[in-house]
DNA sequence: TTGTAAGCGTTATCAC
DNA sequence: GTGATAACGCTTACAA
């Protein structure tokens, strides 16, 4: 394996003008570095980058946290950090966390051992003391994260008021009982959506049903089990809006076994417009997220602090969209209520 | 930052005897341990990964080349690589290649630079000569791939048999007119499903009718067109197979706008038991493929290769199986036609 | 069991 | 514009 020392003495010239040919080419005479590039593609020689790294202690490479990229939400974040990323000559590592705060802390070593320039961690669980502990000594970014105290850069949508325009889209479609089946209370994005939903409901005069409310965790599964619950109760529904598609799909689903027809009995919105969602059957109405973005977005704002530019502004929303499919019954209905 | 020559100092012992104490404790006196840990600890060192890299000549990373993070079918498999990889101290670095060959072919670098110590391909595109002069100097395996000359590991189920699994299945149902849209067949993978639905078409003397064959590209769009295709031709099927589980719900989505019923009136049948396929209404029948453990497979077959041991066994073929559900219409109809 | 010291291949700081 | 040369922080023969 051909060193820079072989394609100097090749070259006839010292490491030192091979090294500055590969990174700072304008500073050498044009001859000289004809006579390297020859010198290098006469040996074939290809920089060790393991070398590179440790004498410029930088790595070129990043780190993502992901709670599990089998979840096609994160991965399609990771999607956009990717490109992002490999467009910028950064390199991403992945790590999952399933969720676990100590695999959370535990990648710190990552940074701390100055394998990675930088990172990214996607919905973290982490206190936030600890995140901005971190956040003081190396350069962090959260995606589809909130925090209270903005001094770490993050990603996210207005989750309080998507949540709040899903519930009046089925305010104005004329439904008065509208259950929620929320994601996870602790996780402040879930808090935000059930937010929203109760300032839809209270602001128009419908009031809270605590019978109607229940608490799940985005999975499939909950989204059934909750809405089974809700329709065996004597309180029911006529609507309900679950912060997950995979909830919504559950909640359609439930629905179905026990003979009730999404929209005619039931108008359900969901959450994410999960590529899924409009295959589904009836389609999904559903809040979009820019998953895509939100993760080239999150690199953006990585890249500027490992450039050492300053990142002065914290909270980065992006533009989320209500999407009208058929499972809401807006198109079936020819009359929307007038509030 | 402190370093290893910190630690030693302190603790009155030489650089060798801290990393002898990191990296291979039996070798120390215990006393000598306990004071270089009590330094370490009093220093809050960690060692320089870079530097350690740099010197071995190791990265514990792997690189793992993925057409598609988004596609959920190479999100498990990534996961499957993850787990193990992590499991073992090993690092997961991704590389989308958006199927160019190009992108596929420039990552080598990666592995001729020793940024990474091996490499998993998902889906390669590349010619396979080149990869066999990859697999000869740097160690890589692959994953739902087929060689037709076994001289690099790879992961895959048996794809024949499951394309004429599949085929019998509805064949048993009593159908005659099947309808087969196919993977891209340049793709051996698609390739084998493919002639194993002509097997069975044949083997049960049902022949194959071209006007009954399409080629998509697994995507639900390319299952869309080539269904509605199909149900405006004069020779209509009466039932599916399609290659992927996206394709299956387009066509299912296609049958449903021209009214169709699936299954009365069209039994379909998908490929990959993708995480939406018993979610999906009517729920699918499939071929499921064990992605999270053909990952796991994949990646403990390149830590065999890592470790220099031989890998002999060239062709690993996991068990796939036939989920039947709803899409099929097994499960209305009393009787199996005996074959 | 421990210490000494020579690298690993690159980049950066000086001179020239 | 180019060349010497000293790091970077760790590992590993080899010596003690």
């Known amino acids: 394996m051909a060193k820079m020392s072989d394609v100097a003495k090749l070259a006839g010239v010292s490491t030192a003008t091979v090294s500055r040919v590969l990174r700072n080419p304008e500073a050498v005479k044009p001859v000289t570095k004809a006579k390297v590039d020859q010198a290098i593609e006469q040996l074939n020689y ?3 980058m393991l070398a590179r790294h440790f004498r410029r202690t930088e790595t070129n490479t990043i780190l993502v946290l992901v709670p599990n990229i089998r979840n096609t939400v994160f991965a399609e974040i990771v999607g956009g950090i990717e490109e ?3 467009v910028h000559g950064y390199r991403v590592l992945l790590r999952n966390t399933n969720n676990q705060f100590g695999s959370e802390y535990g990648s710190v070593e990552h940074l701390k051992q100055r394998q990675v ?5 996607l919905s973290p669980k982490m206190e936030e003391r600890l995140m901005l502990e ?3 000594e190396f350069p962090i970014v959260l995606a589809t994260a909130h925090l209270a105290s903005s001094n770490i850069p993050f990603v996210s949508i207005d989750n309080k008021k998507s949540g709040w325009k899903a519930t009046e889209h089925l305010i104005r479609l004329g439904h008065k009982r ?7 209370l602790r996780m402040p994005l879930s808090e935000l959506r059930y937010e929203g939903y109760r300032q839809a409901m209270i602001e128009h005069g419908l009031g809270v049903d605590e019978r109607l409310i229940r608490e ?8 059934y089990e909750h809405m089974t619950s809700l329709l065996s109760q004597a309180e029911r529904p006529t609507a309900v809006f679950a912060a997950s598609d995979d909830m919504a799909i559950g909640a359609i689903n439930a629905a179905s076994a026990v003979e009730w027809k999404v929209p005619e009995d039931l108008a359900v919105v969901g959450f994410d417009n999960i590529q899924f969602a409009s295959m589904y059957n009836p389609p999904l109405t559903t809040i979009a997220q820019p998953f895509f973005d939100m993760g080239k ?5 990585l890249l500027k602090k490992l450039n050492g530019e300053e990142v002065t502004k914290m909270e980065h929303l992006l533009s989320d969209e209500l999407v009208i499919r058929e499972s809401c019954g807006a198109k079936q209905q020819k009359k929307v209520v007038p509030l």
């Not at 799940?216 to 989204?223: I, K």
């Open 84 to 86: 992002e990323a490999s």
């Open 46 to 48: 290809e920089p060790n």
């Open 216 to 223: 799940g965790d985005f999975t499939y599964e909950s989204g």
């Open 134 to 136: 971190i956040s003081n």
């Open 117 to 121: 320039d930088g990172m990214i961690m």
């Open 178 to 184: 509208i259950a929620c089946i929320s994601g996870p």
């Open 297 to 301: 977005r999150a690199m953006e704002l």
